[in-house]
């Protein structure tokens, strides 16, 4: 065992226990609920809604432990900040009534949950794509099954809400868990998507941000020049979201050459990805970096959605609009994350494995099926109602 894992083996079977067991001298407190997560610096778009569901009904205490925001760049130090946020936590945790994740969260399984607590997972995606957790225990990806042993995982949640019946089975393996935990309650996130006027601000919204970003270029607005917009929004490519990376034969200029004068090109990369994507300067009045913008706003100013692997797909299935699969690496990545549902038999769109293909798929988007795109969203978003919310907010303040 190396010096690394000697450390994160004290820490999750001594030290972080200890903190939580001293913690629980301390009376539970129902009326408290813990939002954590270790990668977001502020609540993340499943959390947000609840969290405001719950301020707006009153008699709660809302409490958050979220990732460091700030970071020094000196190694020691910063994995000494995320130390004392672990330990907040476990601090936190144990007396609080109901914690709610949307990430997998080392410190929440290291200790028994105490009795009546309750633990929501969230997730951060929709639907069930890719695998992910104890479904891909051993393959490139995920971790081997000694680490898994060593440091178990999801063994703590009293609910999974998910969005739709269907998909219950994917979330029970990739945690491990009795499907019963796992409800189809819907995706606070999705509820967005329901409300027509803030599907109509979705290119608005989106204009402002870039705007902000590049304030000595000519509003956005005035670049697309009424042209529809194509977004391409790919997951990342890696073995772990430390060497995560974004790499792509994708020849704009040729994509500039054909569609140009009808559309703008839109990329947003996972935000884990480093960005790997150039736009040569002939490109300039035809792509448009909009990393890290809102999801939910790009999906809405989306007149099409060009992507992978990404789970964004089940989000965009809600807005009842084309979608293209560019998968060039379909082969690699298959036999790297693999897939719940045989891809080619899954996805909603044409599948593209060359830029050539791309092109076809990219002119015969007038002509897509839209009830392809219906039947999928009928089979795996329909507990997503603009409800979502309000029934997960319900759970929790029941008695």
């Known amino acids: 065992?190396?010096?690394?894992?000697?450390?994160?083996?004290?820490?999750?079977?001594?030290?972080?226990?200890?903190?939580y067991r001293l913690g629980s001298l301390r009376p539970v407190d129902r009326n408290t609920v813990l939002f954590a997560d270790s990668f977001s610096t502020t609540l993340t778009d499943n959390m947000r809604p609840v969290y405001d569901a719950l301020q707006a009904a009153g008699g709660y205490t809302l409490k958050t432990c979220l990732a460091p925001r700030h970071r020094t760049g000196k190694?020691?130090?910063?994995k000494?900040?995320?130390e004392l946020q672990t330990l907040r936590f476990l601090w936190a945790y144990s007396t609080a009534g109901t914690l709610v994740l949307t990430?997998?969260?080392l410190p929440a399984y290291c200790v028994k949950r105490?009795?009546?607590v309750r633990c929501l997972q969230l997730w951060h995606g929709s639907g069930a794509f890719?695998?992910?957790?104890y479904s891909i225990v051993d393959n490139t990806f995920g971790a081997d099954r000694k680490t898994m042993e060593q440091f178990p995982l999801h063994n703590c949640y009293t609910l999974v809400p998910v969005s739709a019946a269907e998909v219950i089975p994917a979330y029970a393996d990739a945690f491990h868990c009795a499907e019963d935990l796992i409800r189809p309650l819907g995706i606070p996130k999705t509820d967005v998507f329901f409300d027509p006027a803030f599907v109509d601000r979705g290119l608005d919204t989106l204009c402002q941000y870039y705007d902000e970003k590049h304030p000595g270029e000519a509003p956005l607005r005035r670049q697309i020049r009424g042209r529809k917009v194509l977004l391409y929004a790919p997951t990342f490519r890696g073995d772990n979201i430390v060497s995560a990376h974004f790499d792509t034969p994708l020849?704009?200029?040729?994509?500039?050459q054909k569609f140009g004068d009808d559309y703008v090109f839109f990329y947003k990369l996972h935000p884990y990805a480093k960005d790997g994507f150039q736009v040569p300067a002939s490109c300039r009045d035809f792509a448009f970096n909009l990393s890290g913008s809102p999801a939910d706003a790009a999906l809405c100013a989306a007149d099409a959605l060009i992507t992978d692997y990404s789970s964004i797909i089940f989000e965009y299935s809600l807005l009842d609009r084309p979608m293209v699969f560019y998968a060039y690496d379909l082969a690699a990545y298959t036999e790297e994350r693999n897939f719940y549902y045989p891809y080619r038999d899954f996805v909603p769109g044409p599948i593209a494995e060359t830029q050539d293909a791309l092109e076809e798929a990219l002119a015969g988007l007038d002509a897509q099926d839209p009830a392809v795109v219906s039947a999928f969203r009928a089979k795996f978003m329909a507990a997503c109602?603009?409800?979502?919310t309000g029934r997960i907010a319900k759970e929790i303040t029941k008695a």
């Open 103 to 105: 990430e997998t969260h």
């Open 251 to 256: 020849d704009l200029e040729a994509l500039r």
């Open 114 to 116: 105490r009795k009546g």
């Open 385 to 388: 109602d603009g409800q979502s």
């Open 130 to 133: 890719k695998k992910w957790g």
């Open 80 to 82: 000494g900040l995320e």
């Open 1 to 19: 065992m190396s010096l690394t894992q000697s450390i994160r083996y004290f820490q999750y079977h001594v030290t972080w226990p200890l903190v």
């Open 75 to 78: 190694r020691l130090l910063d």
